[in-house]
């Protein structure tokens, strides 16, 4: 009679897993070079593509991930619509569970209304779409998944990115994508690119490393539109509600991060 034979230790579906994580770290560093380089062509290839388009215009979905002084992890999620007429217009909007928000910017003047409050603000920022987004930032109100509405999203990503891999392919909605993946100094990020004559971002994730519990913010973008297949839009604000302006600075939970979340504090 044949003599069962005891297997103690690692079990073998653990050693298949641990073998195939082996097999995918054990790159040459000319496949290494290699994968970088096709990464970088259609990374470029993307934001070449961008900023061919005189229009743009897509709906997107976020998620931004907070986490909790109990290490709780919790997600806010948001959608909404972006147009965008280069160099220097743009309309967004967003909803989410803590404000309806709309973004306005003719060239000259940028407009925040926030539509349950029925308040709005203005500022003169003359210039272009990107300066706009450097002022954003400065103010601490930054235009969801900006780095890929400026005018060279390839420089914007690159300029502090070490080893970025091309991972293949993935499906992001139904559309099949190419999926790249880079790290800098404090965050990962990943993009997946449509596949074929239209390589528009399909999705951006980035994961802050440096936050306890690594949290990530991420943007799935849909109901793609360029150059004639955008809707004909007017930049201008036209206060149809007869909201009370304000302040920027006083308009209420106009941010993804509403403030009943205090960054480092006890809520």
Not at 27 to 33: E, G, I, R, Y
Not at 52 to 60: L, M, T
Not at 241 to 259: I, R, V, Y
């Amino acid at each position: 009679m044949r003599s069962v034979r005891k297997v103690t230790g690692t079990p073998v579906a653990s050693l298949s897993a641990a073998a195939f994580a082996l097999i995918l770290c054990a790159t040459t560093p000319q496949q290494a070079l290699a994968d970088q380089a096709d990464a970088e062509r259609l990374l470029k290839g993307m934001s070449d593509y961008l900023a061919d388009q005189k229009a743009i215009s897509f709906d997107y979905d976020t998620n931004l991930e907070i986490v909790t002084t109990d290490l709780q992890k919790l997600a806010l999620a948001s959608s909404g619509a972006i147009t965008v007429n280069q160099p220097d217009k743009i309309r967004a909007s967003r909803t989410g569970g803590f404000a309806d928000v709309e973004l306005v910017f003719d060239g000259k003047t940028l407009t925040l209304l926030g539509k349950t409050a029925n308040l709005y603000g203005q500022a003169e920022v003359p210039g272009t779409i990107d300066q706009l987004i450097d002022e954003l930032r400065d103010n601490g109100r930054p235009v969801p998944g900006a780095d890929l509405l400026v005018s060279d999203v390839y420089d914007t990503l690159m300029s502090s990115a070490v080893d970025l891999k091309d991972l293949g392919s993935g499906v992001i909605g139904g559309v099949e994508c190419d999926h790249l993946a880079a790290r800098t100094s404090e965050v990962d990020w990943q993009i997946w690119i449509a596949q074929g004559d239209r390589p528009y971002p399909c999705r951006y994730v980035v994961t802050s490393r440096m936050v306890t519990g690594a949290p990530e913010y991420s943007v799935d973008i849909k109901n793609w539109k360029a150059g004639d297949e955008v809707a004909s839009v007017d930049f201008a604000f036209a206060n149809t509600t007869n909201a009370q302006l304000k302040d920027l600075s006083d308009l209420p939970d106009m941010d993804e991060l509403p403030g009943i979340f205090a960054v480092g504090g006890a809520q």
